[in-house]
């Protein structure tokens, strides 16, 4: 497995959540800048908290892969937080790379008004799967101003005429965060309608389950909200082949 001081893994999967089974070449850049208690992936936090450089290197490493899966067209960028690095040349040469016309990009909405996609060229098919972290929102006025850049964004994007960006919004389900879902949609309604809207549920820590049994529990309280709300549910596909 390839990885570097920008780059956690490059590996070839499926997508596990929204997108559900779509094969993708998985790039896993390195830096959060929320570093939420649960989160799954910590070992892409950076102790230093200053994000490297992708090199040339990292780009060739990208290629090889693609190489070795030609058939895999989809390059999905997550982390940590990928947009850390949307000042950087070579974060765009990822996305230029004619060997993938469709790219997806994994991110939790904090840099999105930074975003510009002026530099990607040939109008390629690009999806934003957008997961506000509600942990870090510890004030209400936090959450609203959270929404009001995510809906800022999707209306910039609407008016530019970028109809190659697709924007989805993802958020982690559980009881004592649903009235807090329900605002932030309601202040996002201009921009999303609940076709746009998707719902997961939180994963335990799985090295203390012993069975998927707790899983499919929790996903059977998120549909429940889905069905009421008319939201779309998205399991987490890889949580069940982890636990085999």
């Known amino acids: 497995m390839y990885s570097s001081e920008a780059i956690a893994e490059i590996i070839p999967t499926i997508q596990g959540e929204i997108r559900i089974g779509e094969p ?13 208690s ?10 230093g ?33 990928p947009l850390l690095y949307i000042q950087q040349e070579n974060f765009f040469n990822l996305l230029n790379l004619e060997i993938f016309p469709n790219i997806q990009i994994e991110t939790n909405g904090t840099l999105l008004d930074s975003l510009s996609f002026e530099s990607v060229k040939n109008k390629k098919s690009i999806i934003l799967n957008v997961s506000p972290k509600f942990e870090t929102m510890h004030m209400d006025d936090n ?16 008016k530019s005429g970028c109809l190659y960006v697709h924007i989805n919004i993802k958020f982690v389900y559980y009881s004592d965060v649903e009235t807090r879902i329900l605002r932030f949609i309601d202040e996002i309604a201009d921009e999303f309608t609940s076709k746009y ?20 529990d929790n996903d059977i309280k998120t549909i429940a909200f889905c069905m009421k709300y ?15």
């Open 24 to 36: 993708v070449i998985l790039v896993r850049l390195n830096g959060c800048n929320l570093k939420c």
């Open 143 to 158: 959450l609203i101003k959270c929404a009001k850049k995510i809906k800022r964004f999707a209306y910039t994007i609407r």
């Open 49 to 81: 908290g200053n994000i490297a450089d992708i090199t040339d290197d990292d780009i060739k490493s990208v290629i090889n892969m693609q190489n070795e899966y030609p058939n895999i067209d989809t390059l999905m960028l997550t982390g940590g937080e």
């Open 197 to 216: 809207i998707y719902i997961m549920s939180r994963t335990p820590d799985l090295s203390k389950i012993e069975s998927n049994r707790i899983l499919i």
């Open 38 to 47: 649960w989160c799954d992936t910590k070992y892409t936090w950076l102790k």
């Open 230 to 244: 008319g939201f779309i549910f998205t399991p987490r596909l890889h949580t069940y082949l982890f636990m085999g």
